[in-house]
């Protein structure tokens, strides 16, 4: 069963070995300073371990950036993503962000379609009503 845990702040060594897998990286990172910043980080384990990830940066005001969105080769076409970016958006939401903004690749098209964003050059979702927040505009 997987789990997906809102701020589990992985390990360097968790994180790095997802990246490899995912994204064939091979360069090893620090991600304590960028989590850090994050208005939060999601993580989806397959009982201890990490097998999917999805970063929430944000501007300090409203709005939000969906991150680094990544499943492990072998737990993809599962809905993990999809679960993973569900909860990003209700999380960035829930901590006051406005806007949630995602850059993809072409081949990602339907997917970030499918999890709510609209077509814009940016891939945005807007969060709150346009009148409940003076500084959404």
Not at 9 to 17: A, K, M, T, V
Not at 63 to 88: N, Q, W, Y
Not at 110 to 133: H, I
């Amino acid at each position: 069963m997987v789990t997906v845990l809102i701020n589990p702040f992985p390990s360097n060594d968790e994180l790095n070995g997802l990246w490899a897998e995912a994204w064939g990286s091979r360069e090893r990172k620090d991600f304590g300073s960028i989590l850090a910043r994050s208005l939060a980080h999601l993580g989806a384990y397959d009982g201890e371990h990490l097998i999917g990830f999805v970063n929430i940066a944000w501007d300090g005001g409203t709005h939000a950036f969906i991150l680094d969105t990544c499943v492990h080769p072998r737990m993809r076409r599962k809905g993990i993503a999809t679960r993973l970016v569900s909860e990003a958006v209700r999380t960035a939401r829930d901590r006051g962000a406005g806007w949630l903004h995602v850059d993809f690749e072409p081949h990602l098209t339907s997917f970030y379609r499918n999890c709510g964003f609209r077509p814009t050059e940016a891939g945005l979702l807007r969060l709150k009503a346009k009148d409940s927040d003076p500084s959404d505009r």
